[in-house]
């Protein structure tokens, strides 16, 4: 069980796209799901606390703007990165609980890459 | 800011050695979880330990939060390569909604 799907798996992409990862929690209701970002042999940085049907909450120093958070169902969030540049470049990953105090389950991640 | 430090930061070891990572703060924890992840993917899930001085045993791999629920441990008995990768503990904090992640130690065991 705690099976958290995340789509897609790679993207490579000219700068300037935007880009929209999907994640899904497959046989549990997700409340809240995490967006991180992991740097090569680093540990993960949460970037944003999503809560289904209420606005993201992001962390310090990470624009709301450049990384748009949707949790519009108990099973879906996604994250989109607009108009990506080479400095985005990342592994974000996605995790899913089924309430507070609960332990997060994690996506099997997205590298994305911005030419 | 709440900081998880684990040490060691690296550690290469042979087949069959025993080691200990530990996850170190200065903050107590409701709860704390311990991930491994391998290049690529992400974190899975190996145990949640919930009250101080709990320890909790998955086949080679003995878990350990401190009495004060500020710390833990992990310990590998005979070590086999199969458990190389990146071991992170993750911790919430009471009141709050999310989680904080240590530094991370990257295992790597020879064959």
């Known amino acids: 069980g705690a099976v958290v799907s995340q789509h897609p798996s790679w993207v490579i992409c000219k700068s300037g796209t935007s880009v929209k990862i999907e994640c899904r929690s497959l046989?549990?209701?997700?409340?809240?799901m995490f967006w991180y970002r992991q740097f090569p042999k680093q540990s993960l940085m949460l970037m944003a606390t999503?809560?289904?049907?209420?606005?993201?909450?992001?962390e310090q120093g990470v624009e709301k703007d450049k990384f748009l958070i949707n949790h519009a169902s108990l099973t879906l969030s996604t994250l989109t990165v607009t108009s990506a540049h080479p400095e985005d470049s990342s592994f974000y990953i996605c995790?899913?609980?089924?309430?507070?105090?609960?332990?997060?389950?994690f996506g099997d991640g997205t590298r994305l890459s911005i030419l | 800011t709440q900081l998880l430090e684990q040490s060691p930061q690296f550690l290469s070891i042979q087949e069959g050695e025993n080691l200990t990572v530990y996850c170190n703060s200065s903050?107590?924890?409701?709860?704390l979880q311990w991930y491994r992840q391998e290049p690529g993917e992400g974190p899975v899930l190996l145990v949640t330990?919930?009250?101080?001085?709990e320890v909790k045993k998955l086949k080679r791999l003995t878990f350990q939060f401190g009495d004060a629920r500020k710390d833990s441990s992990l310990h590998i008995t005979a070590a086999q390569p199969g458990d190389t990768g990146l071991y992170l503990c993750?911790?919430?904090?009471?009141?709050?909604?999310?989680?904080?992640f240590g530094t991370g130690t990257r295992l790597k065991v020879l064959a």
């Open positions: 993750a911790a919430q904090t009471s009141g709050t909604y999310k989680y904080i």
């Open positions: 995790s899913a609980r089924n309430g507070v105090g609960q332990p997060q389950h």
């Open positions: 046989d549990f209701q997700a409340t809240t």
């Open positions: 330990v919930v009250t101080g001085g």
């Open positions: 999503s809560n289904e049907g209420s606005k993201a909450t992001y």
């Open positions: 903050s107590v924890f409701s709860s």
